[in-house]
């Protein structure tokens, strides 16, 4: 049973799959050799449209997967979700129509590191650098889920890493056009490019009116010299350090995982270490670039769990007659990893079987979440249910949507459709929550 994974940048698009070695880039003629293949200009700004057209190219060289996982940005991840499912729902030309599934570039990458026993846990922040946008996602990892915690996005209008290659060839005396554009890629790939780019910054670092003048790149016959970097660089630096200000919050870090074409850019990292930020090494020999879709490969082809699941426990406060008298308890509702994005609710149970709740109207209802791992916790709401009859009964549930706020069920026993109750943005950190409370 074949499985496919796509990621669908902006200005490529990379398809994966699972070899007897493990994940590997899939190669289709017209793609740029380590890249993928080019988005169409029809399809620029249209992720799904350049999804639809990698997906095409594919199919007349492959039969269709039985599986397909597409990666999507963890920045508005409901809305690409399903255009992604909106654009590959016509059915291939020749068999069967593919089991369309999306996962979010975090998890994705963090799939990856998962899989090679690489990723402890803990708190990781996943920094997706692309020509578009710097995205930075800090995800909360335990042993059987990953949940985003907070995320921020930095996309200036001319892009991210579009914009500094573009500051770069303009300053140059080149044109920012897709052809310049391509042979300053082409540059960076040779062999050596990195080692020199390294030496040249740091002794113009350390003796700028010697070395600001000398060439690091030679693009179309001109020179992109040292000066011209240093200068340009800021516009990625800057842009990094915002958004990783705004997800980790004030005076807070977590080891970090690069990933994105813009990853490859070695000067980010002496910039990270000297602001002592800590690095997630990939695995060895993986290209940046296609962290994600290697990872989402590894996820399609049944490799790896996604562990796309709310780590932590529901609770919910409730009455019961003990002995004649009323008691307060807490009824556990989900237990930790059980809660998927955009899946089933989930519901109160003991022994294996629902448990039927009465409510009380107008009595505040006490919601909390806590890491079964050490018992913090914090609460949520309180909410204030309808009452119901003497004899009304009903099961009680929460719902995960796929942008990760969850909705309190009410199901009737009897009939009638359930109601849904909003709780909000689950917190997925609660370990170092300032909101912490004991159990």
């Given at each position: 049973m074949t499985a496919l994974a796509i990621d669908a940048g902006s200005r490529y698009v990379r398809l994966a799959r699972v070899a007897p070695g493990g994940p590997e880039p899939v190669e289709l003629p017209g793609a740029v050799p380590g890249e993928g293949l080019p988005v169409p200009e029809a399809a620029r700004g249209d992720r799904a449209a350049a999804l639809r057209t990698a997906y095409d190219a594919y199919l007349r060289h492959h039969d269709a997967p039985a599986r397909l996982l597409v990666v999507v940005p963890q920045h508005d991840r409901a809305g690409h979700a399903?255009?992604?499912?909106?654009?590959?729902?016509?059915?291939?030309?020749?068999?069967?129509?593919?089991?369309?599934?999306?996962?979010?570039?975090?998890?994705?990458?963090?799939?990856?590191?998962?899989?090679?026993?690489?990723?402890?846990?803990?708190?990781?922040?996943?920094?997706?650098l692309g020509a578009a946008a710097a995205e930075v996602a800090v995800c909360t990892v335990t042993p059987g889920a990953v949940a985003v915690a907070a995320a921020s996005r930095h996309a200036p209008d001319d892009g991210y890493g579009d914009g500094f290659d573009a500051a770069l060839l303009t300053r140059s005396g080149l044109t920012p056009d897709d052809d310049t554009r391509r042979a300053l890629a082409a540059v960076r790939a040779e062999p050596g490019a990195g080692r020199r780019l390294a030496l040249v910054l740091d002794r113009a670092a350390r003796d700028?009116?010697?070395?600001?003048?000398?060439?690091?790149?030679?693009?179309?016959?001109?020179?992109?010299?040292?000066?011209?970097?240093?200068?340009?660089?800021p516009l990625l630096t800057d842009g990094l350090d915002r958004a990783l200000a705004e997800a980790l919050g004030p005076g807070r870090t977590a080891p970090l995982a690069l990933t994105g074409g813009v990853a490859r850019f070695g000067p980010l990292r002496p910039h990270l270490d000297a602001a002592g930020l800590p690095l997630t090494a990939l695995p060895d020999g993986t290209d940046p670039a296609h962290a994600a879709v290697l990872g989402a490969a590894l996820v399609a082809a049944g490799r790896v769990d996604p562990a796309d699941r709310y780590p932590y426990e529901l609770w919910i406060g409730a009455h019961r007659t003990e002995a004649g008298r009323p008691a307060d308890r807490e009824l556990r509702i989900s237990a930790a990893g059980t809660l998927e994005p955009g899946g089933p609710p989930v519901y109160a149970e003991d022994g294996g079987r629902r448990v039927g709740v009465r409510t009380a109207p107008g009595r505040p209802v006490r919601v909390r979440v806590t890491d079964p791992a050490s018992g913090a916790g914090t609460p949520l709401g309180p909410l204030t249910l309808p009452g119901g009859g003497e004899t009304d009964r009903f099961h009680v549930g929460v719902r995960l949507a796929v942008d990760g706020t969850a909705a309190l069920i009410l199901h009737p026993l009897g009939a009638g459709p359930p109601g849904a109750f909003p709780l909000g943005t689950l917190p997925a950190d609660i370990g170092t929550d300032s909101k912490e409370v004991g159990p």
């Open positions: 399903r255009r992604a499912a909106d654009a590959l729902a016509t059915p291939p030309a020749r068999g069967p129509a593919p089991d369309v599934r999306t996962l979010a570039t975090p998890h994705a990458v963090l799939a990856l590191l998962r899989h090679t026993g690489g990723l402890a846990p803990g708190r990781y922040a996943v920094c997706d700028p009116a010697r070395f600001e003048t000398t060439a690091v790149h030679h693009v179309a016959g001109r020179p992109v010299t040292a000066g011209t970097l240093r200068a340009a660089l």
